[in-house]
């Protein structure tokens, strides 16, 4: 039993990003607008997992509350606003997509080839670092969310705040696109 | 040296700016007068009721005398050498660097006021006097109400006032030059107010082109200063002028020579702009012309405050024309010569206004020959009982036109002593005043002025001056007895004797009215019914005696009290001012007033070229003879128009005179034919060169561009040819291929998002295995 | 520990995935689904780099992503809405205002 738990402990990383995959493949294919959100709901959860795999804590934790908490409701809100009964769905799918399948899978393969040496390629994971004058007094390996914020807001502060500005952009954006026009 | 000169210029500038007081409100006095021009000039059409134009005009106007007042009170509290205040509002603009004398300058010319002792008595002055006219103007162009102008009317006025404060409250050459050409305009604009007549359009532009003369002189004496010192500021000019003079030669456009040549040279030119502008010989013929604008106007504009600015002017400028003595004798001559020649044209003219206008022009030159005299202070002061005096006469002048039905000629006048008593009582003091009788404020002024120029000959009883000194005395003594004559002459034609405007005139002395021509305020039927005009009849037109009006419609009557109070101030002002600078000779016998208020007031800022002594040197005894002097002669000039026009009903004197010397009288009424001159000498030249010229124009040039044109046609039908054929044939062919082609292309664009994003992927896949598979 | 390898194996399918969806779906709602996953795999690898390379500017850029992809949802979204307030539809290939 330990054996086991230390098993799916180390493959933790490949369990979720199968999981996501499956997820993702059931979105794609599902008649049912609420079928796929629930299959990307489930995708994005897996990504999560796999970001606490790679020791990003933060960021799966931000991911699960972006994506499951804001993301897939809003989603979902819509669907519902959205009457899809309404219309009647003449086909899930496009007439191209045959060709868009085999031009994707030719292309995914390709460049798999073009690349294989970097994916395939062995190579081992380093330790996080920052610069030594942010890392002070920082055990930056274990506390991943104040190592983030250091060097977010110590070398990317302008990108953030201009993210910010743009959130307000979109904000205001999606308010006058969403509005009832009034005559 | 020039660089050292240069700092030491910044230093003295830096230790006199020190020295003045900063005031906060300065501004206001003269952008109130803005503020109301603009509010009156853009809003005043809409404006239902015209008492509202009234209280923003007067309102504007009277705020800034208020504040004008505060801040003199304030001067009054500084000491002599510290009375300056100053208000630097921002950089009006700053030319970089400039070449001058001192060497490279970077000027930069600011939009600052100065209120000093001299300023501080002009700004006084003109918010003042403005206020008393425009108060009169709201009686006087009561007509003007009811048909839409008087709003422009009140804005030009306010335009004005601004445009003349920040003449006198400058702190600099150039916001002085600004100010001078904005008078200059609201001149033209207000001569020319009933601009439907001919005759006051061209008489504005008449105004307007010859200040444009004495505007080029002014400019290039400015441009000269500044090429001098390298500043237009007056502090610094004062600060450095010292040191300038003291120069052994200074070198500018390749011409060398000693400072007080170009000093002189600055002088004249500054003169020139003067003469234009304060209406001196030969620049005055737009002055007696300028009186067809309305009497406010005149009173304003043409006799209290423009006209002075030409005064304050080099009053300003002292600095370079105590340096300048070639200059000050040009002043000089000219002044005396204005002096007495005005005054004998003014002997013959009827025209009410006009013996006003010359009068004003010939007073003008007795300042200037006080200022040529180097009496800046008595020059000054004389602007400013002239002001009283004047503007006292033109707004009475006013009044009685007004009550005449717009007469102006003083033939169909008279007898308006009993009708008007109280403009009859202003003026007649005010005549008193300008005429020199001691104690009235004329006496002093022009006395002072007079034992002036004669100290300059006499030297302390050597009797070694300068001729010239003496024969501007005797001009200006010629001058001052013309002066007395034509004034008496004129209260006694207008307020003594029989009225003879209603159609009663025992002695045949009317002439037909030109009323219609001058300043009627465009108005056609003075002698009609009763009822046609309310608000003419409100202030002018008040019936007289019930006889009179079964005959001839109304008799004059006295004007309402919006009019004859501010004469009435005016001529008490002319009465009293006088004591303003009580000399200092007859203040030893009658010790009533402190000497030389006035004179030791502007002291400070006259510039003296060796420390001044206040020695207690007895006045020679012919200072008193000259008084007493003055004063008889005046009376005889009284008691010679008494006796000609009083005396005798009939004026046979006058006419027995006219008929024995015809050419004489001829030539005195027409001026001296200087207008026709200027017609034949100089005005038909250009007209007549202008018209070669056009000829010219017409044959050659015009002959030029139209071969020029019909060559162009036979290349343009050429062109049209080829463009027609070759050209479009070849755009038509390309919109075939791209028609044609485009057909071709056209089904892909489905418009469906996602085969352009198919389209996209795979181009994205074409370009990434060609970038990592070659 | 998790290699590069299978995190650039992961995330590459995933984006495979994300792309055929955004291509052959015609429902907008999915499309816009869709995006979000080939952007999260885009998240998944500069997290894999970040870890590999041992910076921390991967982690940093991933939220700003994150950030980014959140205000596209709700663009995107507003326009579902907006479309289908017009159009009583949110099939993409209804809309084809740009045919030629």
New interface residues.
Partial sequence: MEHLLETIGRNM??IF??M??GA??F??ASKS?VH??LG?LF??LC?AG??L????E??GM??IL??AG??VV??LF??M??E?T??K??????L??R???A???I??A???G?FRK?????????????RPELAKGLD?ARQ?AQ??S???FA??LL??EI?SV??L???V???V??K?ERV | MTTIMTADMTQMHAAVTAASQPASYLWLIPFLPLFGFLLNGLTGRKLKSTKIVDAIALGSVGISFLLTLYYFVQLLGLPAEGRSLHQSLWIWFDIGGAQVLGGLTTAKFEWAYKFDALSAAMALLVTGASFLIHLFSTGYMAEERNDGRYYRFMAYLNLFVFSMLNLVLGANILMMFLGWEGVGLCSYLLIGFYFEKEFAAVAGKKAFVTNRIGDFGFMIGFFLIFQVFGSLDYDTLMGSVREVANMPHITLYGHTASPTWWFNLIGCCLFVGAMGKSAQIPLYVWLPDAMAGPTPVSALIHAATMVTSGLYMIARMNFIYVNAPMALAVVLAFGSLTAFVAATMGLAQYDIKKVLAYSTVSQLGFMFMGMGAGAFGAGMFHVFTHAFFKASLFLGSGAVIAACHHEQDMRNMGGLRKYMPITFASMGFATLAINGIAPFSGFFSKDEILWKVFEGWYQHGHYTGPTLNLVAWILGMLGAFCTAFYMTRLIAMTFFGEYRGAGHDPHGLTVPSEAHGHDDHGHQDDHGPADHDQAHAQTAHAPAAPDDHASHGHGPAEVSWRMWLPVAILAGLAVVGGFLNYPESLHRIFPIVPADLFGKWIEPLLYQVAPVHHGEHTPPLIEYGLMIFANIWAGAAIFLAWWIYKVDPTWSRAKAFVARFPNLFRWVNAKYYVDEFYEAALIAPIKRFSAQLWSFDTWVVDGMVNGAARVTLIWAALMNWVDEYLVDGAVDLVEYIVQETSTVFRSLQTGRV??YA?VM??GF?VF??WK??A | ??????????S???F??????V?????A??I???V??ML?AA??NF??F????????G??????V??????????G??????L??KR????V?DINLLKG
Avoid: W
Wanted: charged share 10%; glycine share 6%.
């Fill in positions: 990383f490949a990003g199968v996501a995959l993702a493949a979105m794609v607008a796929s959100v990307f995708a994005m990504i796999c970001f795999a790679l020791e990003a933060f960021l931000a991911q972006v994506y804001g993301i809003l989603f819509v669907v606003l959205v899809m309404k219309f769905e003449k086909a899930v799918f496009q191209q997509s060709y868009a399948v031009a994707v899978l292309g995914a390709a460049f798999a073009v970097v994916i395939f390629g062995a190579t081992s994971p380093e330790a996080l670092v920052l930056v991943n190592a983030v250091r060097g977010l070398d990317y990108p953030f993210l743009i959130l952009v979109a904000l954006g999606a308010v696109l969403a009832t | 996602q085969h198919f992927f795979i896949l990434a295995f990592f598979l | 520990m998790v290699s590069l390898n299978a995190v650039l194996l992961i590459f399918l995933l495979s995935i994300g792309i055929i969806g291509l052959i779906r015609r429902n709602l999915v816009l689904m869709c979000e996953l999260n998240n998944l997290i894999a970040a870890r590999h390379s041992g910076s921390v500017s982690q940093a850029f991933a939220l700003l994150m950030g980014f992809a959140a205000a596209e949802v709700a663009v979204l507003a326009l579902v809405v907006a289908y307030r009583d539809t949110v099939q290939d």
